[in-house]
């Protein structure tokens, strides 16, 4: 008895299914959702381009491996870093593999070319990291989103803090490439509107690291502070330098938070005490970020740090989009609308998007102790760049 069908089960069963709507069966099963990543997985930035894609794996897993309703499918390029492959490399996930969106870079070089293909193709482009200014100033646009920060940002913040102190003649150095330049813009802009003066910009080719030259002028200079950007593997070998040339207790020195961030176990004691920048640090203790934390060191046997933040915020972005159209990513203007409009529910603290599409956010002042970027406060609150040249 129990073996037959009932027919009113049946009938039961033929309204349901009468009632969803046409097509809805084959768009949550067909069809996937593909993110080209774009990212160094070689040279002095690989550490930070594997830490942005776990951090947005992590995201996806969460949500049980969909957006949207899809399934997400992955693609992949290692840029290298290198700003002459770029457009090349950006093609090959826009044409080849015909990704809904690119996840890519954190070379501001490299992401140059990113966007000029993004925008060629009208193809949805989330910034993992790359500061690049243009991205959300002169070369904004529709579909060109950011859920790191403006190189101005973090430069601007330190930029503030120095001057709040009493240091008058500070002496920069960097990499000579976009990043470097527009964060020492960005510092000096916000350090001398306050009575400060940089009296001398160093600089040395991207990823160099023989530093001696550089260390050497600067400490004949004897300026009150030096203000740096480095990151990555070049960021160790500069700390460890500067430390070794005997200048850690001579001249204090100040960056971004880039020259610290995912760095200090390779550093060490030459990095006991640094103060940078940055919109993300250890000890923020909120519930949001202590939940974070506890999944990526479960997931990866690793503790996080802000590329991490910010991979896993791409993918909130973009959750976001897919969410509003249930995963038919060819309803562009809609997914952008909603990226525009998120609120997202980040580690480092909520935040929402510019005109411009880049976040604006806090930024805090960090102190270097033990394997930590400890916080010590917010050096700036909702900071947001100023999006020069952006027509929206
Ligand atoms: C950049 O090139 O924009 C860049 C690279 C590494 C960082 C920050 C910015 O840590």
């Not at 990704?99 to 482009?125: P, W």
Request: aromatic share 8%.
């Amino acid at each position: 008895m129990h073996r037959r069908s009932s027919p009113l089960l049946s009938l039961a069963l033929a309204t349901a299914l009468a009632w969803l709507p046409a097509g809805a069966h084959a768009q949550t099963v067909a069809g996937k959702i593909k993110v080209g990543f774009m990212l160094p997985y070689t040279g002095t930035y690989a550490a930070l381009g594997t830490a942005i894609e776990n951090g947005f794996r992590l995201y996806v897993q969460e949500q049980g491996g969909k957006l949207g309703g899809k399934d997400v499918e992955y693609f992949k390029v290692d840029d290298e870093s290198d700003p002459a492959k770029a457009p090349e490399n950006a093609s090959k996930l826009v044409k080849r593999d015909q990704v809904d969106v690119v996840v890519g870079t954190v070379h501001s070089g490299v992401q140059m070319g990113i966007v000029k293909v993004a925008k060629e193709n009208n193809t949805l482009l989330i910034i993992p990291n790359a500061g690049v200014d243009e991205a959300t100033g002169p070369l904004c646009g529709p579909n060109i989103f950011r859920s790191s920060f403006s190189n101005w940002q973090p430069g601007n913040a330190m930029g503030q803090v120095v001057a709040s102190r009493d240091i008058k003649r500070v002496v920069t150095l960097t990499w000579k490439y976009a990043a470097g330049e527009q964060s020492v813009k960005g510092f000096k802009e916000a350090f001398e509107a306050k009575g400060g003066k940089v009296v001398k910009e160093l600089s040395l080719p991207f990823p160099n690291v023989e530093f001696q030259a550089q260390i050497t002028e600067i400490a004949s200079l004897k300026p009150d502070a030096v203000f740096v950007f480095f990151a990555g593997g070049g960021a160790v070998k500069f700390v460890k330098d500067w430390a070794a040339a005997g200048l850690k207790d001579k001249i204090p020195l100040f960056a971004s938070g880039f020259l610290t961030d995912g760095t200090l176990e390779a550093q060490g004691a030459a990095a006991q005490g640094l103060e940078t920048t940055l919109h993300y640090a250890d000890g923020l203790n909120n519930a949001r970020d202590k939940a974070f934390r506890l999944a990526y060191a479960k997931a990866y046997k690793l503790q996080p740090d802000v590329y991490a933040v910010q991979g896993y915020d791409a993918a909130q972005l973009l959750a976001a989009g897919a969410n509003a159209v249930k995963g038919d990513m060819t309803r562009k203007a809609e997914v952008y609308k909603a990226m525009e409009g998120a609120r997202v529910d980040s580690p480092r603290g909520a935040f929402t998007l510019s005109k411009a599409h880049n976040p604006v956010q806090d930024f805090y002042l960090r102190k270097v102790d033990g394997r930590e970027n400890k916080v010590s406060s917010v050096a700036v609150r909702a900071l947001a760049d100023p999006a020069r040249g952006c027509r929206l």
